[in-house]
């Protein structure tokens, strides 16, 4: 595959969850179904956060997704040995953006590209809160480099 078109990432990739697709996931046309690649990168989401240290129990303060784009640029077939590259880009006052990759293991083709909004957020009062200066640094120390 050409991947001449597909944007360099900004950033290296620490984070790389190898997942495992189902029978079920694929569409009628013969490959992965758009919608799988969402539930795909939502698992690495969570490995990537649980392995900062982040607690997902609907009583902490948390991220919430404010916004996702998600790119295509090569179908994926079930017999393709496939995993998720995750990184944060970007850390603002509120939110934090990741970029998200879907590839293929043995050969680095790139299956899509997304990125995610994620905002601070207070379940208990139902409102956006300030990243803290510990999840900086925890995102920093784990990205190896200063967000």
């Known amino acids: 595959m050409n991947n001449s078109r597909i ?21 009628p ?3 992965l179904n758009n919608a799988i690649y969402f539930q795909l990168m939502d698992t690495a989401k969570v490995d ?18 404010v916004n996702v784009n998600c790119s295509f640029y090569s179908p994926t077939y079930l017999s393709e040995n496939v995993e998720v590259l995750t990184t944060v880009d970007h850390i603002g006052e509120k939110s934090l953006r990741l970029e998200q990759r879907v590839v293929n293991a043995d050969n ?7 990125h995610t909004v994620m905002a601070g957020f207070n379940p208990a ?5 300030v990243i ?3 999840w900086h640094r925890k995102i920093s120390a784990y ?3 200063t967000l």
């Open 29 to 31: 046309m013969g490959h």
């Open 48 to 65: 990537y956060f649980t392995a900062l240290g982040a607690v997902f129990d609907g009583k902490t303060e948390s991220l919430v997704i």
């Open 7 to 27: 944007p360099a990432p900004a950033f290296p990739f620490r984070h790389h969850k190898a997942v495992q697709l189902r029978f079920l996931d694929i569409d």
């Open 132 to 134: 803290s200066d510990d």
């Open 143 to 145: 990205e190896g480099r």
């Open 108 to 114: 680095g083709d790139v299956k899509c590209i997304c």
């Open 125 to 129: 009062t139902a409102t956006s809160v």
